[in-house]
């Protein structure tokens, strides 16, 4: 079965780290650009990130730009966003997506056809 399993949420302080993980199983994640994705309650869900599977090329939203990092691990088969300066309004769920068709500098825009996680929830407060 093909499937994306995010991990690595929490609850944070303003201000810390955490570093999400997302593993494929039953596919190649290498053959893909990866992408994050986040909603808050009552809010549009919302692309973050994308990475490259061919030169690691990355995007990031302004939101996230400078405290957010994608990496990405072929071997294990799994991808890494690595949250830092935290803050409230990060709080969301926080879903990872294969994006077949992605354009370098866009954010992504995964196709029908693409995979994604179940989310993992990313708490921020005091």
């Known amino acids: 079965q093909e499937q994306l399993v995010e991990s690595g949420g929490g609850l944070v302080q303003p201000g810390g780290s955490l570093r999400l993980s997302c593993v494929a199983s039953?596919?190649?994640?290498?053959?893909?650009?990866v992408g994050w994705f986040r909603q808050a309650p009552g809010k549009e869900r919302e692309g973050i990130s994308c990475i490259s599977n061919k030169d690691g090329s990355t995007y990031y939203a302004e939101s996230v730009k400078g405290r957010f990092t994608f990496s990405r691990d072929n071997a294990k088969n799994t991808v890494y966003l690595q949250m830092g300066s935290l803050k409230p309004e990060d709080t969301a769920v926080y879903y990872c997506?294969?994006?077949?068709?992605?354009?370098?500098?866009?954010?992504?825009?995964?196709?029908?056809?693409?995979?994604w996680g179940r989310g993992t929830q990313v708490t921020v407060s005091s």
């Open positions: 039953g596919f190649i994640l290498g053959h893909f650009a």
């Open positions: 997506t294969t994006d077949t068709g992605w354009v370098r500098g866009d954010p992504p825009r995964p196709t029908l056809y693409d995979h």
